[in-house]
């Protein structure tokens, strides 16, 4: 079983549209959270953190659960400068980020 | 202020070969990370250099190397190349050593293909 698994997508929705992404990580043990955006042969880079207590960061809101070790990501009002794969990153404990091999979003006119 | 910086962009080697990837960090972060990413496949962690020292390792041969010098910046050495090593090596960066919710810094990566 993958550390975090994600839906690979593609997910195709219209501008304006909301989509949530879902991402399960098996290491009870994980400590912080975080979803990053990649863009076509671009790097990766941090969308938003992941709170317990939940976080929004204006159309985006992302969520945690723990006791079912998944976290969330909503986008509202989609805009075509969404597309792009979005990653569910995990930390436990000192260990480097892992990286869920993310899901593709492709907004359309 | 300057980014992750990563050289060469592109690197063609052949089987058997060796590469040598560089990285340089954010100014100052001391903590580099890299990461392999095929293609259609997700990031993997490959090391975690810190004050000079490796903290981690991957799930890589030992062909995969690397070392961090007083600067802080990055090399990864890949010795006896193999088709399979062709991918992008991504370089991060970042601040924190202690576990928190620390954001890593990507650089723009490095494309090794191995004819």
């Known amino acids: 079983r993958k550390e975090v698994e994600q839906d690979p997508g593609p997910f195709n929705v219209p501008e304006g549209a909301t989509v949530a992404f879902n991402c399960t990580y098996s290491?009870?043990?994980?400590?912080?959270f975080f979803w990053y955006r990649q863009d076509c042969r671009k790097e990766p880079k941090l969308l938003m953190s992941?709170?317990?207590s939940g976080n929004e960061d204006g159309r985006f809101t992302a969520q945690l659960n723990r006791a079912s070790q998944y976290i969330s990501l909503l986008i509202r009002d989609s805009k075509l400068s969404d597309s792009a794969t979005y990653l569910c990153?995990?930390?436990?404990?000192?260990?480097?980020?892992?990286f869920g091999s993310g899901t593709r979003l492709q907004v359309q006119p | 202020e300057a980014g992750v910086t990563q050289s060469p962009t592109h690197l063609i080697k052949t089987r058997g070969q060796q590469a040598t990837l560089r990285c340089s960090p954010i100014?100052?972060?001391?903590?580099v990370y890299w990461y392999q990413q095929a293609l259609g496949l997700g990031l993997q962690f490959l090391l975690w250099?810190?004050?000079?020292?490796?903290?981690n390792r991957g799930n890589f041969p030992p062909r995969f190397s690397g070392r961090q010098f007083p600067n802080y910046s990055s090399e990864l050495n890949v010795n006896a190349l193999e088709l399979e090593d062709s991918a992008l090596y991504l370089c991060?960066?970042?601040?924190?050593?202690?576990?928190?919710?620390?954001?890593?810094?990507f650089g723009p990566g490095t494309r090794l293909t191995v004819l």
């Open positions: 991060a960066s970042s601040s924190a050593t202690s576990g928190s919710m620390d954001e890593q810094f």
């Open positions: 100014s100052g972060h001391t903590s």
């Open positions: 990153v995990v930390r436990t404990g000192r260990r480097a980020l892992t």
């Open positions: 992941v709170y317990s």
């Open positions: 290491n009870s043990a994980s400590q912080s």
């Open positions: 250099y810190d004050e000079g020292e490796e903290r």
